[in-house]
């Protein structure tokens, strides 16, 4: 069965370094999104992506998140300079349609920022 | 916004119990409604689903159905196992402009004693 795909599974990362959280959704998929759990908490949409461009952030998503679609197959979240507050669980998901049709979710990334 | 509000966990169960988790909506449009289970240490996988008023989707035992009048989307379960020891999503997901984003409640974890 086609799943989406997230590497790594645990990063640890110093305050003000760069992350990149990689994932590769299914195949056919034609929608990409990130979201983001801090424990304990709800799942926080950040961030939509649709014919190689986003199509709705949160105001979670500023100017240190980034998403990009290199190859065809990754999609990729960059957090330019992170900070404690996005010590979180990242998950990645991918869906065929919209509305009607499910979101696939990635095991998702645990991102530590010390 | 759009929002979503799920009862308070932990919910513990015994056995064979009868379950019911509450969830209300509020949304701008004509959602999709969701439930969204994630089992410890694994990502979100999709329990079960419904895509119209009065719509009853159902998997594994679990059922849920779309109230229109009522916004809400309530997860039932007739007789729960050890192995529905979980944490329970539920999501509507909005189509037309809004790219079809999934809005998560808190999630409401359930714990089932054998």
């Known amino acids: 069965e086609p799943e989406v795909t997230q590497t790594p599974s645990h990063q640890v990362t110093q305050m003000g370094q760069e992350v990149i959280l990689r994932c590769v959704p299914i195949?056919?998929?034609?929608?990409f999104y990130w979201y983001r759990q801090i424990l304990g908490q709800k799942v926080e949409f950040l961030v939509s992506?649709?014919?190689?461009?986003?199509?709705?952030k949160s105001e979670i998503f500023d100017d240190q998140f980034s998403v990009e679609r290199p190859d065809g197959s990754n999609f990729t979240l960059k957090i330019r300079s992170t900070k404690l507050e996005d010590s979180a669980m990242y998950f990645c998901?991918?869906?065929?349609?919209?509305?009607?049709?499910?979101?696939?979710f990635g095991q998702g990334t645990r991102l530590t920022v010390v | 916004g759009n929002s979503v509000t799920q009862m308070e966990g932990p919910v513990t169960l015994s056995e064979e119990a009868f379950l019911t988790i509450n969830c209300t909506y509020t949304?701008?449009?004509?959602?999709?409604l969701f439930w969204y289970v994630q089992y410890p240490g694994e990502g979100l996988q999709l329990l079960l689903k419904?895509?119209?008023?009065?719509d009853k989707g159902s998997n594994k035992g679990f059922e849920a159905t779309y109230r229109k009048e009522t916004t809400s989307f309530h997860l039932e379960k007739g007789s729960v196992q050890v192995s529905d020891s979980a944490v329970y999503f539920c999501?509507?997901?909005?189509?037309?402009?809004?790219?079809?984003?999934?809005?998560f409640g808190k999630g409401t974890k359930l714990s089932v004693k054998p």
């Open positions: 949304a701008t449009g004509y959602p999709s």
């Open positions: 999501a509507p997901r909005e189509g037309g402009g809004s790219q079809g984003n999934l809005i």
């Open positions: 992506f649709y014919n190689n461009e986003i199509s709705e």
């Open positions: 195949s056919n998929h034609l929608y």
């Open positions: 419904a895509t119209k008023a009065d």
């Open positions: 998901a991918s869906s065929w349609g919209q509305k009607n049709t499910e979101a696939f």
